[in-house]
C-alpha cells in the first residue's frame, strides 16, 4: 500500500528542512485479533506534523530521531476516517465489523500505568502511538476505534482528533451557560473552539485573530464578536463586551507567545484560561503572581491533548459546522503541495483523500 | 395604587376555591435607604400562583393561613419586570437609578443564616418573600434587583424567575457537550429547559408531552424529538433516541406523579434526572434500589427553586426564545380571565401587562 | 493447584442451599504475554460470595446459572492480595516483575466499548470476569494488577476491592472538609466508609447499627457517635449531632431495607446519599416527591462498584485502620466453617490464608 | 474604649517606618438595628498587618493613603473572636444574643453586586471592611458574625479568619483521599494548610521550610516529611517521596518568590497548586508554556481570600491543632513589643488578648 513516510525530519538550529516521501511497497498490513483493519478516507494534515518536518519539536526530538534510527522512517498522519476492511477475532467479539464506518483515536494507551488507571490516558507511559494514516490502509487496536453517527460524514469525521482537542479546552476552561468567552487564534481548533463555546451556552464568543479571513470565517460560524489583536484596541474593545468584568473563560489556540501574554490579561477575575497549543519551547511567559493570582484568583489550565472525552465529543461533533474548515483537499501524490498549502497559515484545515473512491 | 391580592385561599379537603380581588389604595408605597420602587411592567402567573388560590399547597398552607390573618391578605406574583421609579440612599450608592430597566428575584434572603452563608439562599431560614407583584409597584430590597441586558425586552424579562428554574435544573441534570437530554412537560419552564438543554451543548433534547401542540411548539423552538408520553411507546423511542442507553439527562419539568415515574426508568446508567414540581404532597414514588441505584447508578437529585445563578442566568436569557411562550396577556382588571386561561393548562404563560404605558 | 468452586447455586424460592467444593488439579494455570501469573496470599469473603451460594443475587441468576453450566463450576475469591510469580513478556514491558507485592481489581475492562471509552468501566459491556482467587494461584491482566506499598501488608492489602467501594462511596456523598456524615451499617466495608469519611475531613462521623460489638468496633476506630438504628431514637440524636440540620451525606452499607428508608429521612436539605449494597431485590423504597425533593433538594445517588480510583484508594489505605476489620483467618480446607462464620453476620471481615506460607 | 490605630503609614520607597498609637476615647461604640457589639476577647496580628505598617502594600496603597486622609487613622486587626454584648433589634430576630460566643469574618459585602449576587462576596465591589478588632470593641454587621461551637474555645476562635484561607487553599489545590501534598512555608496558615491536608485525606504531606524551627512543629503537627527547602535537594527527595511523579497538590504560602517558582516545579502532571499571598508586587513569575503547560497539563489557582466557606470552615476547625500557633500573647498595651516578636517571623502566630477578663 502506499502511505506517506517521513525519513528524515530538519534541524532548526541549522535551518535545513526535513524530507517526506511516498513509497509504496504493495502489502497490505497484517493485524492481530484485537486488532482492526481500517481502510483510509481522510486525513488531515496536523500544525504537529508540519512541526514534525521542520524538526521544531523541542525536547521531543531526542525521542523521534530514535524512532527515525530504529523504524528507517515514521508516519505520518493522526487525523483520520474510514471504513472498517477486515477485523481480528477478538474485535469482532466487542462488536466491530468490516463495513463500519470509523474514526479513530492516533494511540492506544497500556491500560496498566497510573496515568492510564486514573483516567488520563493522555499520559499514558506506555503508550503505542500510530499515527501512519497518511496512507491507504492503517492497523488500529479496537480500543481505537470509535464507530460514526450516519449524520456525520467521513470527510467531517477525520477532524475528530482536533475536535476533541477543542472539546476538553471548551471543558477546561469551564465555559457554561452565559459564560463570556473569547478564543484566541482562528486555525482549525480555535474555530472549533469558538463553535463549540457558543454550543455550550456562552452568552458571547470573541475570536481574536490578526488574520481578516479567519475572523470572518469565525463571525459566518457564529462568533459574536471578532478582533484583530494585532491592530485594534484589545483592551478597550474586550471591556465594552465583557462590561468591564474581562472574559470568563479564555481558550488560547494560536500558539503565539504574544497572544498568550495577551489572552491572560484579558481574564476575568476568577475566570479560567486554558493552554494547549506546542509553543515556542524557549518561551517563559511572565506571570504577576500579586495582581493576577492574589488580587485576582485567575486559574491557568496547560492542556495535553485529551482523554476519556471521544463518545461524547462524537455525539457533540454535528452540533457544528467542520465542512467550511476543510478548506484544501489532496490525493496523497500531491503531499507536496499539501504541505506547502498547511505551512501557509492561511488555511484552517488542508486534508488528505486518501483512497479517493470513498466518500 | 391596584394590587391584586388574595384574602382567602381555597380549601382541597373541602373542595372551595379561593377569593382574589383588585384593590386601589391610592397610595404609593415607601421605601427604606437600601431599598428601590419599582414600577412593574408586566408579571406573569405561575403555576404555584394557581396552587395557592386553590389552596393546594401541603404542609406550606398553615404558613400561608397565618400570613392571610395577620396581613388581611396576601399579594400575588413573582415573576416580573419593570423600570425603578426611585431609589433609596444606600441603593443608589450601589449603583441603582431612575429609570434602570430590572428584572427582580422575589424575596430577599438574610444573609446571616446558616443556607445564606453556604451559597444557599434558597433555603433561607429568615428571607422576607416579596411577592405582590401583581401591581402597579412594588419595593425591592437592593439584593433582589437585577439590570437586565437592551436586548432583553421588559417583556421577555418577566419570564427571568421561571427561567432561573430552568436554568438550575439543566445545571444540576448536569447537561453538557455531547448529552443525550430528556425534559417531561411541555409548559413554560419545560420549554425553556429543552431550549437550555440545547443550548449547553446536549447532542439531542427529546420532548416527552401528552399535548400536542405543546410537542409542536417543543420543535418549532429546536427539540429534536417529541413523544406523545401516553400514547406512544415510549421505552422503545427512547431506546432508538439514545443508541439503547437511555437519557444521560432528564428534567422532569410536568409535575404529574405519572410522569415521575416513567422519566426515572428512561434515565441511563449513571444518569443524572432532577425534581423540581410542587408534586403532589402525598405521592410517593417507589424506587427499586436493587435495579435503579446498586446496578444502574442513577443520580436523583430534588431542587428547591434556584440561588446564586441569576447573573449568568440573565446573561444567557437571550439565547433562546421567550416570546413564543408569552401567549395570553391581560390588564390588572381582567384578572379573573387571566387565572381562568391561565388553569386551563393550554398556554405556555399567561401574563399581566401592568403598567400598560410601559412597554 | 487447589481452588474453592461452586458447582450448584441455590434457590430461594425452594430454599435449597448451592454447594462448595475444593479441587486440586495439580496444574498450575498457564497465561499470556500481557498476563501474570499471581501466588495468592489473602483472599476475603464478600457479602455477594454468600448471596452467590445462596442464589440470591437477583436478576444476575440466569448469567449465572449460564456459566456454570458452560465451566462445570464458577470459582469463589475477588478479594485478593498476593506475589507476582511469573510474568508474560508485554507484561514484563509494561514494568512488572516476579517477586511484586500486588492487589488486584477482579475483572479486565473490554477498554473498547461506550462505558470503559468514557471512564465508567464498571459498566464495560464486555468485562472478562475473573473471580476466582480463593485458591492458590490466579492469572490476572496486566491491567488488573496494582503493586502495593511498602507500609501496607499483603493481608491488608486483600482488603482493597472492597475498600475502594468505601472509597467511592465517601467521595460520592459528597464527604468533604467539615461534612456531618453518617454511615448505617457496620459491617466490613461500613467501618471503612465510616474511618474514610473522617479521613475525608467529616466534622463528625456516626455510625448506626444495631449490634453493640459493632457499634463498639466503629467507636474504637474512630466514629464519633454510634447509635442503635433499632432501639435508639434515631430522629432526635441525629437533629442533636446535626444542629438540626441533618446529615450532610450519608452512606448506606447496610443493605437493609429498613435501614434505606430511616437513611433518607436523616439527610439534610441539598444533602447527598449513596446506597451501593445488593438490596432485596422485591424492595421498592417510597419517595416523597414533594418533600424529600422539591422542598428538601435531596440528592439520591446509586453507586454500582468503582470504577479508576484504585491507584488514589491504595495511596489512601495506609491512613485508616484495616487489621482490626480482619477478625477470623481460615486455611483453604476450613471453608466451610469459613463461610458459616461469615455467614453469621457476626464478624466484619471473614478472610483465606490461601498459601499460608506468603505473609 | 481603647484601640490600636495607625494614623500614618510607612513608605517603602523613603524607607521609612509607619506610626501606631493605642488610643482610648472612652465611648463604647453604638449600632444600627442588623448590628451587633461584640466585646472582643482575643484578635491576632496578620502579615497583612505588618506589610500595612510597613506601606509595602502594592497597588492597594493609594486606597488606604486616602482612608487614613479621610478618618484620621486606620484600625488594625481582623481576625477576631469574642463574646457578644448587645445586640440590634433586627439582629436578634436573626438569633443573635448577647452572651453568644462569635468569631467575626471583617467585611460586609453589599449582596447587590455582580460579585456577590454569583457568590464570590471576596471581589465585592462595595464591601465595608471593619478591620478595626485590635480594639475592646467592635460593632459588625450580623452578617459578618458566626457562633462557634463550644469545644472551640475563643482563643483558637481568634484564629478563624486565616483558617478560612488555609481551609479555601487546601479545597482550591483539590486536595482529596489519597492526594500526595506539599506545603510551602511553616508560618501560621502554612501548618494550618499542611494540617488541614492530611485531615482532607491526603496520602502525605511535605513541608517545605528553610526555618528548622518551623519544619519541627510542622513534623509534630503530622506532617509526613519536612523538607529545608534552602539546603536540601528539593527534586531528589520530592520524586523519592512521590515515586518520581511530583506533587497533586501544591500550597504556596511563603509569600517568597523564589518558593514560588521552586513549587510549580515540583508539580505533577495535571496537578494542582495554589499561590494566596501578598507576593512581591514586582515579581513576574516565568511560566514554560511548553513544558509547564502543554506538556504537563499543570492547573495554577490565584486566590483572593475565601468567601462562602465560614459555616464549615468552624465545623471543621476542630479537627486540627490550633493551640500550638499561637506562640505569643500580649495585651493591647504591649503593642510595640507584639509587632516587633511578629515581624521577627519566628512565630507562627503573635495575639492579643483584648479583654483580658474574657478567656
Do not use: Q
Given at each position: 500500500m502506499r502511505r506517506l513516510l517521513i525519513p528524515e525530519i530538519g534541524d532548526p538550529e541549522k535551518k535545513t528542512m526535513g524530507k517526506m516521501t511516498l513509497v509504496d511497497d504493495g502489502v497490505i498490513p497484517s493485524f492481530g485479533p484485537g486488532e482492526v483493519l481500517v481502510k483510509v478516507a481522510y486525513n488531515g494534515i496536523c500544525g504537529s506534523d508540519g512541526h514534525l518536518l521542520r524538526g521544531n519539536i523541542g525536547n521531543l526530538r531526542p525521542m523521534v530521531l530514535q524512532l527515525i534510527e530504529i523504524l528507517g522512517a515514521i508516519g505520518v498522519g493522526h487525523e483520520f476516517s474510514g471504513i472498517i476492511e477486515d477485523v481480528g477475532e477478538k474485535a469482532a467479539a466487542l462488536g466491530f465489523q468490516k463495513g463500519d464506518r470509523v474514526t479513530c483515536?492516533?494511540?492506544?494507551?497500556?491500560?496498566?500505568?497510573?496515568?492510564?488507571?486514573?483516567?488520563?490516558?493522555?499520559?499514558?507511559?506506555h503508550q503505542d502511538n500510530r499515527s501512519a494514516a497518511c496512507a491507504e490502509y492503517i492497523v488500529c487496536d479496537s480500543s481505537q476505534v470509535f464507530k460514526?453517527?450516519?449524520?456525520?460524514?467521513?470527510?467531517c469525521a477525520a477532524m475528530t482528533e482536533p475536535f476533541t482537542i477543542?472539546?476538553?479546552?471548551?471543558?477546561?476552561?469551564?465555559?457554561?451557560?452565559?459564560?463570556?468567552?473569547?478564543?484566541?487564534?482562528?486555525?482549525?481548533?480555535g474555530q472549533m473552539a469558538a463553535q463549540l463555546a457558543k454550543c455550550?451556552?456562552?452568552?458571547?464568543?470573541?475570536?481574536?485573530?490578526?488574520?481578516?479571513?479567519?475572523?470572518?470565517?469565525?463571525?459566518?460560524?457564529?462568533?459574536?464578536?471578532?478582533?484583530?489583536?494585532?491592530?485594534?484596541?484589545?483592551?478597550?474593545?474586550?471591556?465594552?463586551?465583557?462590561?468591564?468584568?474581562?472574559?470568563?473563560?479564555?481558550?488560547?489556540?494560536?500558539g503565539a507567545s504574544a497572544a498568550a501574554v495577551q489572552a491572560l490579561d484579558l481574564l476575568s477575575q476568577d475566570g479560567n484560561i486554558v493552554y494547549f497549543s506546542m509553543y515556542n519551547t524557549e518561551f517563559n511567559m511572565p506571570i504577576n503572581l500579586f495582581s493576577q493570582l492574589y488580587q485576582q484568583q485567575k486559574h491557568i489550565h496547560g492542556m495535553q491533548t485529551s482523554a476519556a472525552i471521544w463518545p461524547r465529543a462524537i455525539q457533540a461533533m454535528p452540533r457544528i459546522q467542520i465542512e467550511p474548515l476543510i478548506q484544501k483537499m489532496y490525493t496523497l501524490e500531491e503531499y507536496e503541495q499539501a504541505f506547502k498549502d498547511h505551512m501557509s497559515g492561511e488555511f484552517a484545515k488542508v486534508m488528505f483523500h486518501c483512497n479517493p473512491d470513498i466518500e
Open positions: 483515536n492516533y494511540y492506544v494507551p497500556c491500560h496498566s500505568c497510573y496515568w492510564c488507571r486514573t483516567g488520563r490516558e493522555n499520559f499514558c507511559t460514526i453517527p450516519d449524520k456525520l460524514s467521513l470527510k477543542a472539546f476538553n479546552a471548551v471543558e477546561m476552561a469551564k465555559v457554561r451557560l452565559g459564560s463570556r468567552v473569547a478564543v484566541f487564534g482562528g486555525g482549525g481548533i455550550a451556552g456562552a452568552a458571547s464568543v470573541t475570536m481574536f485573530e490578526p488574520i481578516e479571513k479567519k475572523r470572518e470565517l469565525a463571525l459566518s460560524l457564529g462568533a459574536d464578536y471578532a478582533i484583530d489583536s494585532i491592530h485594534e484596541d484589545v483592551a478597550a474593545l474586550s471591556a465594552e463586551i465583557t462590561d468591564g468584568l474581562g472574559f470568563d473563560s479564555i481558550i488560547e489556540a494560536s
